[in-house]
Every structure is written in C-alpha cells, then in structure tokens.
T-cell receptor, first 110, second 115 residues
C-alpha cells in the first residue's frame, strides 16, 4: 500500500541553525508533494508545494527538495527561530485524496 | 476570500450518544471537502472526502458517516459514539481535479472527548 513516512522523533536544534526534516514515500510516484505546519490544537497550514520536475523550491527561509530517485523530500528551515517550533507534515495527493505523514515535531531553542 | 468554519471547538460526549459536527466553506464553489481525524500525538487519518453534493467516499470503515447536503456544507455524524472515537477532527477543503488538486485549507478543528 502507499505510504508516506516522516521521522517520528522530535528534532531539537539551536536558534540560528538549519533544521532539516525528511519525508519518504513508498509504493507511489506522486506528481507533487506538499509541506504543512501544525501548531498544537490548530489545523495544519500549507507552506510549500513541489512538483516532481522541480528539484528545489524556496520561500523565504524555507527550502524543499524532491528526489524522485530516492523517493524522498527534504524540508529545510534556515536561520531557525523559536517561533518555528511546531510539527511539520509532509503530504501527497493521489486522485482527490491528500494523505499526510505523521509529522515531525521541531523544537528550536533560544 | 475563502474561509472555512468548523464547530464546535470542543465537545465532551458520553459513550453511545450521537454526534454531529458541521463544516461550512465560504468564498468558493464546488470545493472538494474532507474530514480527517488526528489522535493525540499522531498523524492525520483521512476519514471521508466529497467531490460534490451527495458524493461521499469513505476511507476507513467505522461507526462514523458523512453527508454533504449542500455544495459548501460537510457534516460528520455518528449514531453511537465509542471511546475510540475521541480525537481531534479536522475539516478541510481544496479545489481541483483528480489530476491536480490544490493545497488543503483546514478548519480550526473540533476536540472530541468521549467519556
């Protein structure tokens, strides 16, 4: 069956460093992947979408890569800030369905 | 601009009681609508989605059901709640076709506790 997996362990980094989160997918070849941010008790908020023919996408301090050979997407936050602390979700859309990974919790320490 | 309303924000219900959660979208037409559930510390599980009025696709067999009586209204129901139905319920919408769907826009969620 189709799966999308993220590192379930929390990621702790120091303010100012680059955070890198990983998303792997199996048994599927999505045309695009999406990344969302979720704060406790809130609904996810869309951040970035990257298509299979795009190697890299940037938005301010965020960067996403998409490697169709490795079946992997990496999500980077440069110059991280405590306000970046949240859970980050990776998702793919197959047909009308958007399927989410379990998310990786990021803690940025001041 | 588009907005999505979901209510109530929190709900405590006894086991065996019925459930009705409502979600409405404003500012767009013919959206794709979704119900997700998130258990504590877990990912989002897709429960139902709808691409049009009266069209419901179920992803997980359980004692929940969904209905779409109007274009921008999506309702999640249960006749008898179980303890395992506790969780954070999220409604979402997107625009698109089976080939290309936009990002999903989420409501603020309903925290359901079944006691």
């Amino acid at each position: 069956s189709q799966k999308i997996e993220q590192n379930s362990e929390a990621l702790n980094i120091q303010e100012g460093k680059t955070a890198t989160l990983t998303c792997n997918y199996t048994n599927y070849s999505p045309a695009y992947l999406q990344w969302y941010r979720q704060d406790p008790g809130r609904g996810p908020v869309f951040l970035l979408l990257i298509r299979e023919n795009e190697k890299e996408k940037r938005k301010e301090r965020l960067k996403v890569t998409f490697d169709t050979t490795l079946k992997q997407s990496l999500f980077h936050i440069t110059a991280s800030q405590p306000a970046d602390s949240a859970t980050y979700l990776c998702a793919y859309t197959g047909g009308f369905k958007t399927i989410f990974g379990a998310g990786t919790r990021l803690f940025v320490k001041a | 601009s588009q907005t999505i309303h979901q209510w109530p924000a929190t709900l405590v219900q006894p086991v065996g009681s019925p459930l009705s959660l409502e979600c409405t979208v404003e500012g767009t037409s013919n959206p794709n609508l979704y119900w997700y559930r998130q258990a504590a510390g877990r990912g989002l599980q897709l429960l139902f989605y709808s691409v049009g009025i009266g069209q419901i696709s179920s992803e997980v067999p359980q004692n929940l059901s969904a209905s779409r009586p109007q274009d921008r209204q999506f309702i999640l129901s249960s006749k008898k709640l179980l303890l395992s139905d506790s969780g954070f319920y999220l409604c979402a919408w997107s625009i698109g076709t089976e080939i290309m769907n936009t990002e999903a826009f989420f409501g603020q969620g309903t925290r359901l506790t079944v006691v």
